[in-house]
């Protein structure tokens, strides 16, 4: 009986230990998920005034997806690719919901106590920025822009807040949902005995 229970936590996991649950997983991905989408959120803002940041912040949201599939095919190896389709894309999902979560509190917090004007003064920006184009569609942006900051209609933190959230968990889980099933079409060794498992 004991050679099983050993044997069987060695097929979950090589350390010997009990496998992980996919919960506790995205938890502990979600977690560095959130920080690298805080990070993205704050040099956005900083590109406001440095626009070379620019160029970091894309590079940053491209890695993305190399980052999330990074995190399922962790799942996948260390299961011996005995793990369902859908419990990885559960995992994706939930990661991205963590991810989101996190991003989302801490623009919150930024937008409404760190940086009241954050979102009136992003406008303004917009203002300014459509003003100095030459196309009419360009003048009409900026109008509007400056009709909601006239009119005092600009969103409140906690509703950027949650739009932000809510986008990044449906984005999250249509990349989930097709990272999931690219994680699977590499085999990967099962038990000691060479076989393999799709």
Do not use: C
């Amino acid at each position: 009986m004991e050679s099983n229970n050993r044997n069987d936590r060695q097929a979950g996991n090589a350390s010997g230990r009990a496998p992980r649950s996919i919960y506790e997983r995205a938890g502990s991905d979600g977690a560095w998920l959130g920080l690298w989408f805080t990070a993205i959120f704050g040099l956005s803002v900083a590109s406001m005034r440095a626009g070379l940041l620019n160029i970091v912040v894309l590079t940053m949201a491209l890695l993305v997806p190399f980052i999330a599939y990074r995190f399922l095919r962790r799942t996948y190896v260390e299961s011996h690719g005995l793990v369902t389709y859908s419990a990885l894309w559960m995992q994706g999902i939930l990661t991205f919901a963590a991810g989101s979560l996190i991003m989302s509190a801490a623009a919150f917090i930024f937008m409404r106590w760190i940086y009241p004007d954050f979102i009136l003064d992003t406008l303004r920006l917009g203002v300014e920025f459509y003003r100095n184009e030459s196309t009419g569609a360009g003048t009409e942006l900026a109008e509007e822009f400056q009709a909601i900051i006239d009119r005092r209609l600009a969103p409140s933190p906690f509703t950027i807040a949650m739009v932000w959230m809510w986008l990044g968990l449906f984005s999250g889980s249509v990349l989930s949902m097709f990272l999931a099933a690219v994680v699977r079409l590499v085999k990967v060794p099962v038990g000691g005995g060479g076989g393999q498992r799709s």
